[in-house]
């Protein structure tokens, strides 16, 4: 599709007008002065093509007035060949109408003519805004995107003016955008931002689902509460039924007992109220018999006193003659009474007085001796036995101590045989554990390493320890690094067996770049120093074939790994021979294990023994733990029991120490008594000699005082005699009156025992009496006791029939408790005891039988919860697998952006390189991703230029001073320059077949060398017709580059703008 014609009418300043383009390999140049409307032409091409970059009101002719309507048409003519040429007529036309009446919108048309004559075209189709059969200006740009493959935006067939030169002055982001646009890495890029709403989505799903399922546990752990809660309420019912049941049931039972026991007593009572009043009538028959016998005493009482009173006169009689008699005698006694007494006193003769005080004075002197050596003694086994009550109490606290301590060893030494057997058992222990532990650590190293090896058979990411640290340290210096397993695999059909031939070589890593630093001895090879000779996708005859879902570069990285395994299979070294490397300097055998890394059934396989391997291994291990732990409680115990073992054996060994102080105490007890005895002795007899001693120590006093009465007497003998005489007269005298005495004291006491018996009778009636009436307060107290009795047994009946009720009540309410307290044995225990348990088990079965907000459906609503919060923990799983899964294909699609982008900038950049080199300037393109305070992914393609032989380091072109000012940055040509190669690199990367392209201000910063130098590299790198629009004079070498060339005039007098041809002559 080349353009051959453009005809346009209405617009700006310009009449009808029309450009002659034609020939495909012909380039038009469009000069003139600024403000002349050369943009304008390249306006109606865009309008003309429905470019959303041109304002069709900005069109509009400025030489009509406000109530005039516009007009306009533009018609652009293409021819259809080269190497866009599309299945249609020669010659297609494509044209706008636009009117607007005064004050309307402006109303379009487009059309599209076709045919094979330039001048007979046809009408094809018409497309208006609204049209009712889809015929509307979506469906016109449509047919120009993939009918005609021509529309201007799309395939950027018109660079409108600065365009082409604002590359290198627009911010990084934005050049990155119109690059993405152009190479429609767009698409990729809007694909990995849903992918990434679509993770973010996820993971609010899968916060909401989280947040959700919190919710729900709580719920369930509110509804687990209700459940126990529910279950504890059961509990107390059954308990306190059962309970309050049993003790009902024992107070029924005891009530009933005692209510018999009180009936039994009350016939006993009554049985004894007979005898009470038995004896009553008895009382009575006594009281009149002894009242009988007191009247007749009374009267005997009466002789007696008759017969008293006579004797009392006779003596009175004898008491004055008597008292003559002792005047005399009392008068005699007067001047010797106090001697006479003494006198009539003495009981021995003189002589045997002396006699005796004599031997009174021996016998006290001899047992004064006697006491002083008994109390000796006494104080002697006193302090001896003192001294064996300390000894003895020292004896019995060790004694005692040593038995308490005895059991204890003796226990200990009950559980061990002895410390030898323990410490023996201990060692064997303490071998077993460190054999154990071992076993345990080697099962546990084993196991993680299974679990490591299917964690990267499960991410399908097989690498040897090896080739991670290798992975490890190249990602440390920015290198790129893959295994081999990455890009090779073994054919499907291939044995596994194969996979040994590859043994030498399979842990390969393989890096993208020139040189790197190796770690440690695996293969490093560098993959840009691979240059197969031919693309390769497999090599069947070793059974192996390229990785599938590679990318590009991946797929490209793939034919050098295999060419480079190829070269081992040649007659050059090193080779592959017998499994084994063979080169030059040596031999070498396997890299790692014996494994397969290669072979997907191999892995298969590998993963089903792996997971059956770690099920085992995790039950050995749980078997070992469990083990270990109970050795290691076993040893701790023993370990600290062997200290133990060891004093209780030497404390029972001295059995015998212990034995002997038991002798000891017997010993000392029983001297300990002998001395109790023989102090006990010792302080007797001095009891009896002190006893003795006083004793006579009173005979010795009272003979001397018989002595001195002695000596008195032989003074006053005479009146002694006469005294003595009275004496016996007044002695005779009273002897008769003491008969009369006695006669009177008969009576009297006659009088006396009569009266005795007088109060005896009367006692014994007060007694009677006494008995009456307490045989009548007995008889009441029984009646009392009766009543009381008869009421308790009525109060016992209505306690009986209450807790019969209560039982019977309880019964209607909980009958298989009731049943089950009967069932079981009675409760023997005090009836306070029970009445107190009742209350307890009646008020706490009432409260927990009328307890608010206990759910009787708690159980089930639990397991119902419990149902759905296992749901939701699927639904939670799913979520989260759903979030991995848009996260990994978020990173796939990243992956897919960053590989499409990097190969885009990769061609760009070495295009760019290209061309800037041609004018001594070094140059990169480069991308790179942000992050914006949004956390939004942002994406900047950076120019950097730097003329050949700088030490400078690169800069973008955009960058510039702050505040306006100057002296930074690149000058204006080098960014007009970077700028138009740079998009020369862009159109030329384009996959689009396009004839032709418009270029505004192409040429206006370029100096004339570079302008001539950058058309030419245009017109031989794109291969298109250029249509060029300058303002600029240029020289004529310039000017020989266009076939033809169109100046626009404007006349400022006129307002009228006009377009003149010139055909240039080439030279």
Avoid at 218 to 238: P, Y
Avoid at 475 to 501: C, G, S, V, W, Y
Avoid at 712 to 720: C, M, R, W, Y
Wanted: charged share 35%; glycine share 4%; aromatic share 8%.
């Amino acid at each position: 599709m080349i353009p051959w014609r453009l005809r346009y009418s209405g617009i700006r300043d310009y009449d009808a007008e029309e450009m002659i383009l034609e020939n495909a390999d012909e380039h038009i140049l469009i000069t003139g002065p600024n403000g002349a409307g050369k943009s304008t032409i390249s306006f109606c091409m865009g309008a003309v093509l429905r470019s959303s970059k041109v304002e069709i009101e900005g069109l509009k002719s400025q030489n009509i007035s406000e109530d005039e309507t516009w007009r306009a048409a533009i018609h652009f003519l293409f021819k259809n060949e080269g190497l866009s040429r599309i299945d249609g007529p020669l010659f297609i036309e494509f044209r706008l109408i636009c009117e607007q009446p005064p004050k309307q919108p402006i109303k379009l048309r487009y059309e599209v003519h076709d045919g094979d004559e330039m001048e007979q075209l046809e009408l094809r189709q018409t497309y208006r805004s609204g049209d009712a059969n889809k015929n509307n200006l979506s469906a016109y740009k449509r047919e120009l995107q993939f009918k005609y493959k021509i529309h201007p935006d799309l395939y950027y067939l018109i660079w409108y003016q600065q365009e082409v030169n604002q590359f290198s002055v627009m911010a990084p982001e934005e050049r990155f955008r119109i690059f993405s646009e152009m190479h429609g890495i767009d698409r990729i890029q809007k694909d990995w931002e849903t992918s990434l709403e679509i993770v973010k989505e996820a993971r609010e799903a899968y916060v909401i689902a989280t947040n959700q399922q919190k919710q729900h546990e709580f719920t369930l752990s509110v509804a687990r509460n209700n459940k126990d809660r529910f279950k504890n309420n059961q509990k107390r019912i059954v308990e306190n039924g059962v309970l309050f049941a049993s003790t009902t049931y024992a107070l029924q039972l005891g009530a009933e007992n005692e209510r018999k026991e009180v009936e039994k007593y009350i016939e006993e009572r009554k049985l004894e109220l007979e005898e009470v009043d038995d004896q009553a009538q008895e009382f009575v028959g006594k009281l009149e018999e002894k009242n009988s016998n007191t009247q007749q005493l009374q009267e005997k009482q009466q002789e007696v006193g008759e017969l008293l009173e006579e004797s009392k006169v006779q003596a009175n009689e004898q008491e004055e003659k008597i008292e003559e008699v002792r005047e005399e005698v009392d008068t005699l006694q007067s001047e010797l009474s106090t001697l006479q007494e003494a006198y009539s006193k003495l009981p021995y003769p003189e002589v045997e007085t002396r006699n005796r005080l004599a031997a009174a004075n021996d016998q006290v002197e001899t047992l004064t001796r006697k006491e002083e050596q008994l109390k000796t003694l006494t104080d002697k086994a006193g302090h001896s036995i003192e001294e064996y009550r300390q000894r003895e109490s020292k004896l019995q606290a060790t004694i005692e101590q040593w038995e308490e301590n005895s059991q204890i060893h003796t226990e200990i030494m009950n559980r061990y045989l002895s410390s030898y057997q323990l410490e023996k058992d201990l060692a064997d222990l303490n071998h077993s554990l460190q054999e154990r532990k071992q076993l345990l650590e080697q099962k546990q190293a084993e196991h993680r390493i299974f679990k490591d090896e299917l964690a990267m058979l499960e991410k399908n990411q097989i690498e040897s320890e090896r080739q991670q640290e290798a992975i490890r340290h190249m990602k440390e210096q920015n290198i790129k690094a893959f295994t081999l397993r990455h890009f090779i695999k073994l054919m499907d059909r291939t044995p596994i067996e194969n996979e040994r031939l590859f043994d030498t070589i399979k842990y390969t890593i393989f890096y993208d770049a020139a040189s790197c630093q190796p770690i440690n001895d695996l293969y490093h090879v560098s993959l840009k120093k691979l240059i197969p000779n031919r693309v390769i996708i497999d090599l069947p005859n070793l059974g192996l074939q390229m990785q599938e879902g590679l990318s590009q570069k991946e797929q490209n990285h793939a034919t050098r790994v295999l060419w480079w395994i190829e070269q081992f299979f040649t007659s050059e070294q090193p080779t592959i021979q017998k499994n084994w490397l063979v080169d030059t300097r040596g031999t070498r055998g396997p890299q790692e294990r014996n494994t397969y890394i290669l072979s997907k059934r191999a892995l298969e396989e590998r993963k089903k023994f792996l997971i059956r391997k770690i099920e085992e291994m995790q039950k050995e291990i749980d078997t070992l733990s469990l083990q270990s732990n109970e050795d290691n409680e076993t040893f701790r115990v023993w370990n600290a029991d062997v200290q133990k073992v060891r004093e209780a054996e030497a404390f029972l060994s001295l059995k015998a120490d212990q034995q002997y102080r038991i002798e000891q105490l017997v010993q000392l007890k029983t001297e300990q008594i002998h001395l109790v005895v023989q102090k006990k002795e010792y302080e007797t007899e001095t009891k009896e000699i002190w006893k003795e001693k006083i004793k006579q120590e009173g005979v010795v006093s009272v003979l001397l005082e018989y002595l001195a009465v002695y000596e008195q007497f032989g003074q006053h003998s005479e009146k002694i005699e006469r005294l003595q005489k009275q004496q016996q007269l007044l002695k005779h005298l009273k002897q008769e009156l003491i008969v009369l005495r006695n006669k009177v004291e008969a009576y009297e006491d006659e009088l006396d025992r009569l009266q005795d018996s007088l109060r005896q009778l009367q006692r014994e009636i007060i007694d009677l009496k006494d008995q009456a009436e307490a045989n009548q307060r007995t008889k009441k107290q029984i009646a009392n006791q009766l009543s009381e009795k008869e009421d308790e047994r009525i109060a016992l009946s209505k306690d009986e029939t209450k807790q019969k009720e209560q039982l019977n009540d309880l019964r209607l309410l909980v009958p298989e408790l009731v049943d089950q307290a009967l069932m079981e044995e009675q409760l023997q225990e005090s009836k306070y005891t029970l009445t107190v348990k009742q209350n307890q088990a009646m008020v706490g079965f009432e409260n927990a039988r009328n307890e608010q907000g206990i759910d009787q459906n708690a159980i089930e609503n639990f397991l119902t919860l419990e149902q759905e919060v296992l749901r939701k923990e699927e639904e939670l799983h799913s979520a989260k697998n759903l979030l991995e899964e848009n996260e990994e294909r978020a990173i796939q699609n990243e992956h897919r952006l960053e590989t499409a982008i990097e190969m885009q900038v990769t061609k760009i950049n070495l295009l760019f390189q290209q061309y800037m080199g041609e004018f001594q300037f070094e140059s990169q393109i480069k991308f790179e991703k942000f992050t914006d305070k949004k956390d939004r992914p942002v994406f900047k393609l950076f120019i950097y230029v730097r003329k050949e032989g700088h030490l400078g380091k690169f800069e973008d072109v955009s960058l510039k001073a702050r505040g306006g000012r100057v002296g930074k940055g690149v000058s204006g040509g080098e960014e007009s320059l970077s700028s138009l190669l740079f998009a020369l690199s862009l159109l030329q990367n384009l996959e689009n077949q396009a004839g032709f392209i418009v270029l505004d201000e192409f040429d206006s910063a370029l100096d004339e060398t570079r302008k001539a130098t950058v058309f030419k590299m245009y017109a031989n790198k794109l291969q298109r017709k250029l249509i060029i629009l300058s303002p600029k004079a240029h020289d004529n070498d310039y000017y020989n580059q266009f076939s033809k060339a169109f100046i626009i005039s404007h006349d400022p007098k006129e307002m009228k703008s006009k377009v003149r041809g010139v055909q240039i002559r080439k030279k």
